[in-house]
Nanobody
């Protein structure tokens, strides 16, 4: 079991930046991938990006490609989502998630076993 805690959300103006953190604890040695998802009011939870160790890959939803990036600290227990050039449509609750099984790709919620509590990101002037 992996426990996840997100932080770093808040209110930012359009065009601004935020960095979200996801601190993982527990059996992180069994984690194949860390993903970020978001859910806006009245919408389904959608994929933002993921970083997998098996296979080694980082990929993003088309809506955030070139603006968002995912990276991990040296110890590998904290995953970050750097968000630049934010838009009002990026407003959502952001969740990090851990996948504990091997898949070729980790871009949907069914691949993930553990979830954080979410952090609110609001992009507004």
């Amino acid at each position: 079991q992996v426990q996840l805690v997100e932080s770093g959300g808040g209110l930012v103006q359009p065009g601004g930046s935020l960095r979200l953190s996801c601190a993982a604890s527990g059996r992180t040695d069994r984690t194949y991938a860390m993903g970020w998802f978001r859910q806006a009011p009245g919408k389904e939870r959608e994929f933002v990006g993921a970083k997998s160790s098996s296979p080694v890959a980082t990929y993003y939803a088309d809506s955030v490609k070139g603006r968002f990036s995912i990276f991990r600290d040296n110890a590998g227990n904290t995953v970050y989502l750097q968000m630049n050039s934010l838009k009002p449509e990026d407003t959502a609750v952001y969740y990090c998630a851990a996948a504990n099984k091997y898949y070729f790709r980790y871009s949907d919620t069914s691949k993930y076993d553990n979830w954080g509590q979410g952090t609110q990101v609001t992009v507004s002037s």
